[in-house]
């Protein structure tokens, strides 16, 4: 069994002993409780059985609260490829990738979409509030959207190609309106779908506010610490320090309405431990110091099967989660050498990819044999939308380090010196491939990549900067210090797979600073961006198969970057020593695993109880 009863009450014993009383003083003034509350988080002495510990989101200290940044570093509170984390800032829908639906969360009822699907219409439920106990208004709604283009933040400029205007009609009734293509059609009605389940709702009078600080530069309100923001969701501030993040439970919280969840989430504190590694995590995680994992934890079927802790996944099986991100090691074809196709397909070829799923993923994924490559996820929906057959000339599954040297012989490329190291015009290829350090799986995956540019004559160097490093790094237009690199791809959500193929190869990702979107690696293709273009508008299904496995053809046979292993939309491990009744497959609450944070995962928050 996979929950140890005994050993439940055991942990929780101890951890009642140890945790049992924080500092706060109810008689106390509010300054002199902050400054309570501050020492109760540092120190370590929150109510166990009050406190939800997280790990595997967040990777050293943040940079502030603010709604409209992309580099606050703040993830316990910000959009991510994998969901939007509603604890703080809130939706108006709340993505289930179970089924694919949208449930209502600011909104008041389904979306109304118009005859010709160029307008959707949405209405703002009355009960929700502000932190500070205003209403939440279509005003909002329609602020937030514009000042997110005014400024060039990654909500601006992913959805204005798309987005003609967002405008409230009234208090509590908001439409938005679709960029139309030269027919008279939306140009992606998905990107409407999109908008209404991912993108967060800011205060109109809270961004004026900085608008005036700031005196409405752009780059001076993204960077914004914004340790006065006003929030909807259940969570606000609390502490932050390089060791630790805590949110606070807002006991005005407008989601006890009987409109919404009727009552508060289980934990009055939510907090993220600072780990300096996966290893650190699972240590935490074992131990009872953390509830819920959303890192990699190695073998994790060993933790309840050989060590007998009160620890499950949300599948009772392997792959144990609910696969539908595509990790990838992207080329930054900058880097001479790169940009020759040959050397980007030798490479991949020669990849040990059963390696990575068994060693670095220890089985948490499904393997290239059994869901061929592509720029689909390995659910059935997405696996339906392209020819397989169509495309399984173009196909690998790695480890062939014969046909590798083959092509690179056949291109001329070939090793002049004797040194070992294959050369292309007069240069030997040397690269580097990075990844963040401690990451474990993505680490391991990255070395087995460097071990096959060793079977083929090129020179693969493993790095692995800190996140804090490499983030920034990462997300710049020119960058030329990571030549081989691992970023995630999105995973399940409304506008997938269209979105998938457009963040691997979509070139209006090409040249963009503070890029957190896509095509880190400046592929630009004509014929990829008439196909991402066309998706969204057709509804012809063969039409549409057809636009998909082109572009699959032109992915494989580019090679602009290529997928290291599926991955569970998220990890989402539990520790049952301090809180139970987590969601799990089968168990009829259609709440998805994802880590009782992301979308309609929040709906976790509401079910989960303290053990008794």
């Known amino acids: 069994m996979k929950r140890k009863v005994v050993l439940v009450l055991c942990l929780l014993m101890t951890f009642s002993m140890v945790f049992a009383n924080g500092k706060g003083d109810k008689g106390a003034k509010p300054e002199e409780q902050q400054v309570a509350a501050a020492d109760d988080a540092s120190s370590g002495t929150l109510p166990r059985n009050q406190t939800l510990y997280w790990a595997g989101l967040q990777w050293g200290s943040i940079n502030g609260w603010n709604v409209l940044s992309d580099d606050m570093n703040n993830f316990n509170v910000s959009r991510q490829a994998y969901g939007t984390r509603i604890t703080m800032f809130e939706t108006l829908y709340m993505y289930n990738f179970l089924d694919g639906s ?30 500070d106990g205003t209403p939440v208004t279509a005003e909002d709604v329609a602020y937030s959207y514009n000042t997110g283009v005014k400024i060039g933040n990654t909500s601006g400029n992913s959805n204005k190609p ?29 990107m409407l779908d999109n908008f209404i389940a991912v993108e967060y709702v800011a205060q109109k009078a809270w961004i004026q506010k ?214 292309l015009n007069g240069k030997k290829l040397s690269f580097k491939a990075s990844c963040p350090n401690g990451w474990t799986d993505w680490m391991a995956a990255i070395e087995i990549v460097a071990a096959a540019g060793e079977k083929i004559g090129i020179e693969i160097t493993s790095v692995f900067p800190e996140w804090s490093v490499y983030q920034t790094v990462i997300t710049q237009a020119n960058q030329t210090e990571y030549e081989i690199f691992m970023m995630w791809s999105d995973g399940s959500s409304p506008t997938m797979p269209w979105n998938r193929v457009r963040q691997l190869m979509s070139s209006e990702y090409v040249g963009v600073e503070g890029n957190w979107s896509g095509n880190w690696g400046q592929y630009s293709n004509p014929r990829v961006d008439e196909i991402i273009s066309a998706i969204p508008a057709t509804t012809d299904a063969a039409k549409l198969r057809s636009l998909y496995t082109e572009a699959n053809k032109i992915y494989l046979t580019d090679v602009p970057s290529f997928t290291l292993m599926y991955r569970p939309n998220c990890f989402h491990a539990v520790n049952e020593s301090v809180w139970t009744n987590y969601p799990e497959d089968g168990d009829g609450q259609n709440i998805p695993p994802g880590d009782l944070i992301h979308g309609y995962s929040i709906a976790g928050l509401y079910t989960i109880k303290t053990v008794k």
């Open 102 to 131: 949208l449930e209502p969360l600011l909104a008041d009822g389904a979306p109304q979409w118009n005859a010709n699907k160029t307008e959707v219409t949405v209405k703002i439920k009355k009960a929700a509030k502000w932190s």
């Open 162 to 190: 798309y987005i003609a205007a967002v405008e409230a009609k009234d208090a509590q009734t908001v439409v938005i309106k679709a960029a139309l293509n030269s027919a008279g059609a939306a140009k992606n009605p998905l």
């Open 210 to 423: 900085l608008e005036a600080r700031t005196g409405g530069d752009a780059t001076k309100m993204k960077t914004d610490p914004a340790e006065d923001v006003v929030y909807s969701g259940p969570y606000g501030p609390y502490f932050a320090d390089d060791q630790k993040v805590v949110l606070v439970r807002n006991d005005n919280y407008w989601g006890k309405d009987a409109s919404m969840w009727g009552k508060l989430p289980a934990p009055k504190y939510v907090a993220h431990t600072i780990y300096s590694d996966n290893a650190a995590g699972e240590v935490a995680f074992k131990s009872g110091e953390v509830d819920v994992s959303q890192q990699f934890n190695s073998n994790v079927q060993d933790l309840w099967e050989k060590d007998g802790l009160p620890i499950s996944t949300y599948m009772a099986e392997a792959p144990y989660g609910i696969c539908g991100s595509l990790p990838t090691a992207y080329y930054n074809l900058a880097i001479p050498g790169l940009d020759n196709v040959n050397v980007r397909k030798a490479i991949a070829m020669a990849v040990d990819y059963d390696a990575i799923i068994a060693n670095a993923m220890t089985n948490q994924s499904p393997t290239f044999d059994q869901v061929p490559r592509s720029t689909m996820n390995p659910t059935p929906g997405e696996q339906a939308l392209y020819d397989q057959k169509a495309v399984a000339n173009l196909q690998w599954v790695g480890n062939d380090i014969a046909g590798a040297n083959a092509l690179l012989d056949k291109a001329g490329i070939k090793d002049t010196n004797g040194d070992g190291i294959r050369e």
